[in-house]
């Protein structure tokens, strides 16, 4: 839903459309309600988009495909709205299922480090030590999943990895650590 936005959201602040404005402010109020689910059950959520949401969706899809017809066949609006009438599918999962989001930002944002530094990674040196820089970068985000700080779990784990038994080595994985008495 973002991405979908998104795209609308550029042709209105850059003035290639004056249509765009309206498929924008019923996505707000999508994420309006969104916002006042937050803390819900998963099966009170899905019952409140059903009620609030899903009327919301309709009149956006019944927008998008009427627009799509009186706008310029490949202009940017159409594009744009084009873009979110072939992912409808997924733009509208999240309503049959309270344990979904409204769009994947959070999921972008946790791999954007990692997206970004790409090209620089291009360069490790060799196969082997691209391997092991993956390997610490897996490690590093999933003690950040586990509500670990990732330095003190990376030097606790570097310095007890010598003398622990590789037959118990699952026990030194972040979601098994347990920090040394040390």
């Given at each position: ?15 290639k459309s004056t249509i765009a404005i309206q498929a924008i402010d019923?996505m707000g109020q999508l994420y309006a309600i969104e916002k006042d ?15 609030k949401s899903k009327p919301i969706m309709d009149l956006l899809l ?121």
């Amino acid at each position: 839903m973002a991405h979908a936005r998104r795209k609308l959201v550029e042709l209105h602040e850059s003035g290639k459309s004056t249509i765009a404005i309206q498929a924008i402010d019923m996505m707000g109020q999508l994420y309006a309600i969104e916002k006042d689910l937050q803390s819900l059950p998963p099966e009170e959520r899905q019952t409140i988009r059903q009620q609030k949401s899903k009327p919301i969706m309709d009149l956006l899809l019944k927008w998008l495909q009427v627009h799509r017809e009186k706008v310029p066949k490949g202009g940017a609006t159409e594009k744009a709205i084009h873009y979110s009438l072939k992912r409808w599918d997924a733009l509208s999962r999240y309503l049959g299922d309270g344990r979904l989001p409204i769009d994947n930002n959070w999921v972008e944002n946790q791999i954007r480090p990692w997206a970004l530094g790409r090209k620089n990674w291009l360069f490790a040196g060799s196969l082997r030590s691209g391997q092991r820089a993956a390997n610490i970068m897996s490690l590093i985000q999933s003690a950040k999943n586990n509500g670990l700080d990732p330095y003190a779990y990376l030097k606790d784990v570097l310095e007890r990895l010598p003398t622990h038994k590789a037959s118990q080595i699952d026990q030194l994985l972040p979601h098994n650590w347990q920090p040394s008495n040390r």
